[in-house]
């Protein structure tokens, strides 16, 4: 039996549908010894608006065995893979002279460790970010070369901090430093890109007749069932039981919006329901990861600056509103509640990786990802000693399951630099970084 090749396809009309790393992609035969099969790794950056409430995020004691504090909590179930990083800093993210808007310049660079020009013209410049650096490098090796996903849509044009271009507040992918990635918040979308074909009529008519992605790839997965193992054959039932639940639930919420009434439309395909959307992208960011379709992916929780209403955990007042408190305690507990609430919706995700099994250990060890932002206390926009976790072991190669406190001031690229190269994309400099980040591992 020959293997498997790590990047196999099903295909069908419109479709086209990666494969979770299967037994049979490293072995020669039935009876010869197993041929080792290097995992990939990944690396993903969701990002967070506004600050957090850090009395209720960083924990008072250092190394492992640290207590989370309340906002964290939810984590305890995967605190073996988990990294709170303090002392991390973004001196670009400071006015340097440009007075205020301190929240376009924490979304701009959040990724680029670069500071942005203060604008709302065309003439936007910032710096490439980390993803697509380590896209430009090794991105070639999977289907995507990256992806970008997000909750909010937003404008790439116009104002939208103290003039600053609302580029800056709505993108932490930029491909080049005058070039913003377009995220994507539409679940249905997303899932087309990460599994739809060239063939765009037959991808319509499919959706036309509500036909799963599953259906139009059967033969070739028939094809596939027959030359792998028990072991494989459970792993597929799960993935496609995994992607056929996904679409179900695209499909219920095209169905909840086109039930509405006309003069409140809601996009086709984005739930109604915040932690339903959440869960979505953070689903098919997964599949994306366990079919090696990408290997690199950001996810925007929200636009920077945003000033949404949390109304599933009872916070009616906007969220940006709300991060100039004052220090009243009652509108603290409110943002507490925000930030509570995000990573409850992380913690599922990481969940969900490490119960993906790969090679020996799980999709989770094999990820480095980073949750934070740029801004610490989102009252007077400091942006320093942020509010970073770093999940996932990145192959063994990060030591996990602790509270590391860095010195002060340290530059935020240096995580970034040590992640590029566990990644395979080595680099010497990057943004305002003085060396890697040795002390992760």
């Not at 990047?7 to 041929?35: D, I, K, N, W």
């Not at 942006?383 to 935020?412: C, F, W, Y």
Request: with cysteine; glycine share 8%; hydrophobic share 35%.
């Amino acid at each position: 039996m020959q293997p498997l090749a790590r990047r196999t396809f099903l295909q069908g009309a419109g479709a086209l549908l990666g494969l979770p790393l299967l037994e049979a992609m490293g072995s020669r035969s039935l009876y010869a010894a197993p041929v080792v099969v290097e995992l990939p790794r990944r690396m993903a950056f969701v990002f967070v608006a506004n600050g957090v409430i850090m009395p209720h995020w960083k924990p008072t004691s250092e190394g492992p065995g640290c207590t989370l504090p309340k906002t964290l909590a939810p984590l305890e179930k995967v605190r073996d893979q988990l990294t709170v990083i303090s002392g991390l800093a973004q001196d670009h993210a400071r006015a340097k002279a440009d007075g205020a808007g301190d929240h376009a310049r924490s979304a701009s660079t959040f990724l680029t460790c670069s500071h942005p020009r203060k604008t709302d013209g065309a003439d936007i410049s910032v710096g490439t970010s980390i993803d697509q650096v380590a896209a430009n490098l090794i991105g070639s090796q999977t289907r995507l070369p990256s992806l970008e996903l997000g909750i909010e849509s937003g404008r790439q044009a116009g104002s939208c901090d103290s003039g600053y271009s609302c580029a800056y507040s709505n993108s932490i992918s930029w491909k080049t430093e005058t070039t913003p990635m377009g995220k994507e918040v539409n679940p249905k979308l997303a899932f087309e890109r990460l599994f739809g074909g060239v063939d765009t009529a037959k991808a319509v008519e499919r959706d036309f007749y509500r036909k799963s992605i599953l259906d139009t790839v059967a033969s070739d997965a028939e094809r596939l069932k027959k030359n792998v193992g028990a072991s494989d054959l459970r792993k597929l039932d799960e993935y496609f039981t995994s992607v056929r639940e996904i679409e179900q639930r695209i499909s219920r919420a095209v169905d909840d919006n086109q039930r509405r009434t006309p003069t409140m439309p809601a996009p086709k395909g984005i739930p109604e329901k915040l932690s339903e959307h959440i869960d979505l992208m953070f689903d098919l960011l997964q599949l994306a990861f366990q079919t090696d379709t990408t290997r690199i992916a950001t996810l925007m929780l929200a636009n920077e600056g945003s000033n949404r209403a949390y109304r599933e955990v009872d916070v009616k007042e906007g969220h940006h509103q709300l991060s100039h408190h004052r220090n009243d305690e009652a509108k603290m507990a409110e943002i507490q509640k925000i930030d509570q609430y995000l990573v409850e919706r992380f913690a599922r995700f990481l969940g969900n990786l490490q119960s993906t099994k790969e090679g020996n250990g799980t999709l989770l060890d094999q990820s480095m990802i980073v949750y934070g932002c740029s801004i610490s206390d989102g009252n007077r926009h400091r942006h320093e000693d942020l509010p970073v976790l770093l999940v996932g072991r990145g192959g063994s190669t990060i030591q996990a399951g602790r509270h590391l406190s860095l010195k002060n001031e340290t530059p935020m690229a240096n995580l970034y630099l040590s992640m590029l190269d566990r990644m395979g994309a080595k680099q010497d400099r990057f943004g305002d970084s003085t060396g890697p980040l040795k002390e992760i591992g």
